[in-house]
């Protein structure tokens, strides 16, 4: 019975995981994300200091 609960709260975990990846709001944030492994600047700082220095520009 324990592992029955376990399953049903897992597939909801998956399904709100799935509905928020989906949202619309997200699109912008995943665009660039994917983007980043494309860009021809070397980052020494880390992802956290590029996010910082494109919203100083």
Do not use: C, Y
């Amino acid at each position: 019975m324990l592992s029955g609960f376990i399953t049903v709260f897992l597939m909801l975990v998956f399904i709100g995981i799935w509905i928020w990846a989906w949202r619309p709001e997200n699109k912008a944030s995943f665009e660039e994300t994917a983007r980043l492994a494309l860009e021809d600047e070397p980052d020494d700082l880390g992802v956290a200091a590029h996010h910082a220095r494109k919203q100083d520009a």
